[in-house]
């Protein structure tokens, strides 16, 4: 008999008095309320008053300035308004106050499944170990909200959590679909439970797979992307049986999953049959993911990814020609048909990088005459097809881009420099004091860092931008709550405007009120303006927000994340950052949902109609303007 971690049985014993809560349905008195929520304090439709907005606005300073008030979180959790109780929950969990967390513990046997759903979910982001066994009461016998909540906290906290999860699941038992505690519960919360298993490293794949025959579409898609995510091959021969499943995301999780290095040789007819189905699938992302997964086969997989390089869909497209380098190699009758057949530059684009991993002259010529282009998207692919340039060439390409007219293209030419050898110290210097009196900040921080010492240029930030968070009066934050964050409070549309449509958003300004208010307003400035989509993965995200373009650029100031139970669902608009508080004006929007993302990132929005217009966008296309409505 396999040996449990030291205290593992006694976390089964405690988990197995779960299954019978769950089997009673019922919890002891002055325990749970009602699934509709119990009593919800005094949220109404009536305008706030001074002492409403006063406190939420405390509130709100506290968790912007990251300053925890144990005075003000106590004084808040017995507010006469329930809504508020469940946001200073929240507070809790997102500023770590440990000496809160038994608190929150409590607050999950709350009468309002408000307060405790938002207790779990805060026990989650704070990863308390110590919350285990309360979480798993709620899983027991919580309404569904709270039980969702807890699962997902189980799977935040992790290995702690295995053997709670693992007999929720049904470890053991024959039939879990029909006798486990997650049997018991309705599907969101069976769903909740599987994905949380995505979490555990090794995550149980022979608890999960078969949750793969449960009769809800929601349980599927959590049980297919945990195994497709994590590309678990114990789970592939179960996940090949819901190939044709009628729910997108479950056959894009199944597409994700059948690389050749998971399905191995005992599997590999089968998962190539299913692939080659996949790539003919009415869904887009189902066919972005069976592309890449069927060029990991190699070259034996041409015919298979030249179906996605004819793809109607451009990112389709984008996929396929990423594994050009493998399937063609050095045949340049393919590269040419390839090229010729397929115009769009985001496509060529990655054509070109795989080209140069071969060191291919091929398309040299037509490349270089895009240095030319009026386009400043063309000449900087024109400057990054010349990465095998010489030292002696990254020179002379820099002064030949040292005074392009878009600055994005000369911070790349210089950015080129940082690597060249000691003896081209002259010509760089020169280059360098030119671009420290460049009107772009970014170029003159480049020329800078090159006028630096060597090791000090090796060590130098990233990041060139000097955003701070923007200090504000309480006054300032009761603006916030008044526009924004009040009960009665207007939740914005925001309108993308692009190339091929308009993208409608409806903004979250209850559960995100500060990125709202900043969001907002660069809009209604003029901010996101004629700026370019600089970063979309297939399948992943489209990104945009930055008026350099590159990836680079930003508002000035810092947001803070406001993370909430607003799930990353396809659709769902997300802050950008590059590490914790450093949001600015870069958003997302998610083609698919991503679990993986919740509690990580804030959800402020979500699509209201666009969809197909979202999926038509490249990297590199343009987004013309956002209005509010």
Known sequence: MKREPSGGRAVRSLALAFVSLAAAGCVSAGGYGSAAGGARGSSSTLMPSLRDVQADARLLAMLDTRRPDTLLVDTLLADHNADRRARTAL???????????????????????????????????????????????????????????????????????????????????????????????????????????????????????????????????????????????????????????????????????????????????????????????????????????????????????????????????????????????????????????????????????????????????????????????????????????????????????????????????????TTSTPSLAAQVRLLAERASTDPDSIVRAVGQRLMAPRDTVARAPRRTTTDSVVPRSLAAYERVVRDWGAPTSRQPVAVIETDYGVVTLQLFGREAPLIVEAFVRLATEGFYQNTVFHRVVPNFVVQDGDPRGDGSGGPGFSLRESFSRQRHERGCLGLATSGPDTGGSQYYLCHASQPHLDGAYTVFGRVLSGFDVMDRIVQGDRMLRIRIQ
Do not use: C
């Open 91 to 417: 507070a809790i969990g997102q500023l770590r106050m440990r000496a809160r967390f038994p608190q929150l513990r409590r607050l999950l046997l709350d009468g309002d499944t408000l307060i405790a759903a938002n207790a779990a979910y805060a026990l989650g982001i704070a990863k308390d170990t110590q919350a285990v066994a309360s979480l798993a009461r709620a899983v027991g016998g919580a309404p569904d909200p709270v039980a969702r909540e807890a699962a997902w906290a189980l799977g935040e906290i992790g290995e702690p959590s295995r053997t709670v999860l693992a007999v929720a699941l049904g470890d053991g038992l024959a039939a879990p679909l029909l006798t486990s505690s997650a049997s018991l519960r309705d599907a969101p919360v069976r769903a909740a439970l599987v994905l949380a298993t995505v979490k555990l490293r090794p995550a149980p794949i022979a608890l999960v797979a078969p949750w793969l025959a449960d009769s809800s579409a929601i349980v599927v898609r959590s049980a297919a992307y945990v195994i497709g995510r994590l590309r678990a091959a114990a789970g592939v021969r179960a996940l090949l049986t819901v190939r044709a499943h009628p729910d997108d995301e479950v056959r894009q999780s199944v597409a994700r999953a059948l690389t050749r290095g998971t399905v191995g040789d005992s599997l590999g007819g089968r998962a190539r049959e299913a692939l080659q189905a996949l790539l003919r699938d009415r869904d887009w992302r189902v066919r972005a993911n069976a592309v890449a997964s069927v060029s990991t086969f190699g070259p034996s997989a041409l015919a298979d990814v030249q179906v996605g390089l004819t793809d109607s869909v451009a990112n389709v497209r984008v996929v396929a020609a990423d594994s050009l380098s493998v399937m063609f190699g050095r045949d340049t009758l393919r590269w040419r048909r390839a090229w010729d057949a397929d115009t769009l530059l985001a496509v060529r684009r990655v054509m070109l990088v795989q080209v140069r991993r071969l060191a291919l002259s091929m398309f040299d010529t037509e490349v270089a005459a895009w240095q030319q282009h009026r386009d400043w998207r063309y000449r900087m692919t024109a400057l990054e097809h010349r990465a095998r340039d010489t030292d002696v060439e990254r020179v002379r390409t820099a002064e030949a881009f040292i005074a392009d007219a878009d600055p994005r293209v000369r911070t790349a030419a210089l950015q080129r420099l």
